[in-house]
């Protein structure tokens, strides 16, 4: 006899089938919240850049600026960007563009394409401007408006200031900035490298070339309140600048430096910095300097530059006086 009453076979369930789905689904629409939200961050955090210009005296501004990227990158466009001043050195000044960019998973790191050329007005009324084939900056922000590492790099720049008329080019150049902890409680060093090849003058053809390395020991106090108060800060909370090279060559022309360099109570440069040049034979002769040793015949010279209360001395000659730096 059949069991008429046996339980038909289950059917399989299809809650399955929209898990994956779902879940891509769910993926996007957070992704999608995260880059909106992350491109209105980085679109205030500029405003606020621009706003803390502003109280600085320079306004800056976008003759067009856009968002895009999505969904994986935040890239802020701004074309023919521009600044305005009332005071300071640089009076106006006009720029292609720039094009910054950020990962949605990192947005504190910021790649920049800058794009050229470069005019400028100063305060004297002379004009400078500045062109290049490439020019890119990363930075690293602690906060919305201030980096705590930045490196630029620029290939083939060319430039020219008017009245009188001085033009150069420069084949290659590189700056990089670091923060450095120290110990608790202790403001935090700076570390700065740059260098440079290739360098040329409208008089001078012969290429030239510079590199230096410094360490600017509880410099950060700068960084967070920039202008003469946090310079005054720094130099009374003990800084100094460390050069630990600082090279320059010219054809068969060598000069390196290294030493160190504090502010005083008067706001002049103390330190000393030990000088090396080689090459320099026909400019020693000129400059009545022969008898500052070395060998003559190859140009070569080593001695020490003392700054003492903003006096420039070799032993007990003095060859210079410098003013207060503010």
């Known amino acids: 006899m059949n069991d008429r009453s ?50 600085l005296g320079r306004q800056w501004s976008c003759a067009s600026r856009s968002m895009a990227g999505f969904p994986f990158r935040i890239e802020l466009r701004c074309d023919g960007f521009a ?9 106006s000044a006009s720029l292609g563009g720039f094009l910054a960019i950020a990962q949605i998973y990192d947005p504190k790191r910021v790649l920049v394409d800058v794009n050229g050329p470069l005019t400028a007005r100063l305060a004297n009324g002379q004009t400078a401007s500045f062109a290049w084939q490439a020019m890119r900056s ?54 700065m490298a740059v ?32 202008g003469q108060s946090g310079v005054e800060n720094w130099r009374a909370s003990g800084g100094e600048v460390l ?40 400019a020693l002769k000129e400059s009545g300097l022969s008898i500052l040793g070395g060998s003559l015949g190859a140009g070569s010279v080593r001695l020490p530059l003392i700054l003492n209360k903003g006096r420039l001395l070799i032993g007990p000659l003095k060859i210079a006086e410098i003013p207060p730096l503010y």
């Open 6 to 55: 046996a339980a038909s076979p289950k059917k399989p369930s299809r809650i399955g089938l929209y898990i994956v789905p779902g879940f891509i689904g769910l993926l996007v629409i957070a992704v999608s919240i995260w880059w909106v939200a992350a491109t209105r961050m980085a679109d205030a955090g500029f405003d606020r850049w621009l706003a803390n210009e502003a109280s």
């Open 83 to 91: 600044m305005s001043a009332d005071k300071g050195d640089v009076r």
């Open 138 to 191: 990363s930075l690293h922000f602690e906060t919305s408006i201030r980096a705590d590492r930045v490196s630029w790099v620029v290939d083939d720049l060319t430039a020219e200031s008017s009245n009188p008329l001085v033009s150069g080019k420069l084949g290659h150049a590189e700056f990089h900035m670091r923060k450095i902890e120290g110990e608790p409680n202790t403001p935090a060093d700076v570390e």
């Open 195 to 226: 260098m440079a090849s290739g360098g040329t003058l409208r008089d001078n053809p012969t290429a030239a070339s510079f590199d230096a390395h410094l360490i600017a020991k509880k410099a950060w106090l700068i960084a967070e309140n920039p």
């Open 243 to 282: 050069v630990d090279q600082w090279a320059m060559k010219r054809g068969e022309q060598a000069f390196e430096l290294k030493g160190s360099v504090t502010i005083d109570d008067g706001h002049r440069l103390n330190g000393k910095i030990d000088v090396s040049a080689s090459g320099l034979g026909e």
